[in-house]
């Protein structure tokens, strides 16, 4: 089992080394837009689903091997990864490593719990997300496990972000038709204003989604954002750059990163060849793994995706 991966490209932390504690699709949310499939493992329950020692070995060893690569170190589940329940051993053990700073990218639905919250003070950078502004659509959204409440999610937003004494940005994912009125956008900013955090990301769902009626909103939506959240942090764009890889093995080293991030076969095309493959090659690769059944081929807002096949 592989629990780091990176540096990948993000366009929030430049280069980022990703920590993965938790198994693929182990979530307490089952988003209408998630990038990564439908949550397979479908559960609120707080345990160490890995050996605790064994991930810290593999923080150990890629810290030491590309502590100049990587502006962030950041823990990121194919899941939640605040699930997983030594989160905090983890995070210590990597800030007693690396002077670079250690970011946690959550749905934040156990930030109302005290041993989660003790987790993530020890962390630079915390964020969580923030779909809907009341009950119904955060249920028609997040499809959340049947234990989380809407209004116990926000009081945990606002308790944490009084004690945290990091930066603490938010992102709003928005759809067509299901988040994007201005009637909508007014009730997720009224919940901002109470939460308040340092930064507000707008990010729209550029990767394929779970749901294949979910679409990306009209340009215009713009002018409403401008209006309704002013100073916010535009996202919705595609990462830059290519991915790093620990060998010329196509087929392993696609596998491993689309399991946890969906890639446009232009970022594939160019992570390879910068290593000194040729196109045809990388593509031939590519084929071979979708006739193993290994990997599916998408076409989203005109481009080709590679994601895992979960069938």
Request: hydrophobic letters at 35%; aromatic letters at 10%; glycine letters at 4%.
């Amino acid at each position: 089992m592989k629990y780091v991966y990176g540096p990948v490209p993000s366009r929030r932390l430049g280069n980022s080394l990703g920590i993965d504690p938790i198994p693929s699709k182990t979530c307490n949310y089952q988003c209408i837009y998630c990038q990564l499939g439908k949550t397979t493992n479908f559960t609120n329950n707080r345990k160490n689903y890995f050996p605790k020692k064994e991930i810290t070995a593999e923080i150990e060893k890629a810290i030491k091997s590309e502590e100049n690569n990587f502006d962030y170190i950041t823990f990121v589940g194919s899941g939640e990864p605040t699930l997983y329940k030594d989160l905090k051993d983890l995070i210590v053990r990597a800030k007693a490593l690396s002077e670079k700073p250690v970011c946690v990218i959550t749905n934040g639905s156990l930030l109302y719990e005290k041993e989660v919250q003790n987790a993530l003070m020890c962390s630079d950078v915390v964020l969580p997300s923030l779909d809907a502004g009341d009950e119904k659509l955060f249920i028609r959204i997040n499809r959340p496990h049947p234990s989380i409440k809407f209004d116990k999610l926000i009081q945990g937003f606002i308790d944490f972000r009084k004690k945290f004494e990091g930066r603490f940005w938010m992102e709003v994912m928005l759809m067509e038709g299901i988040n994007d009125t201005k009637e909508e956008l007014l009730k997720i900013k009224g919940k901002l204003d109470l939460i308040k955090p340092d930064r507000i990301d707008i990010n729209v769902p550029i990767r394929p989604p779970v749901e294949i009626w979910v679409k990306i909103p009209d340009k215009n939506i713009n002018l409403v954002l401008n209006e309704i959240f002013g100073d916010y942090n535009n996202i919705n764009f595609p990462e830059e750059g290519s991915f790093s890889i620990y060998s010329l093995d196509v087929e392993k080293e696609v596998l491993s990163i689309i399991e946890r991030h969906p890639l446009r076969q232009d970022q594939i095309i160019k992570t390879f060849t910068s290593s000194g493959l040729s196109k045809d090659k990388i593509i031939r690769n590519l084929k071979k793994l979708k006739s193993e059944k290994k990997i599916k081929k998408f076409y989203y807002n005109k481009q080709i995706f590679w994601k895992l096949n979960m069938n």
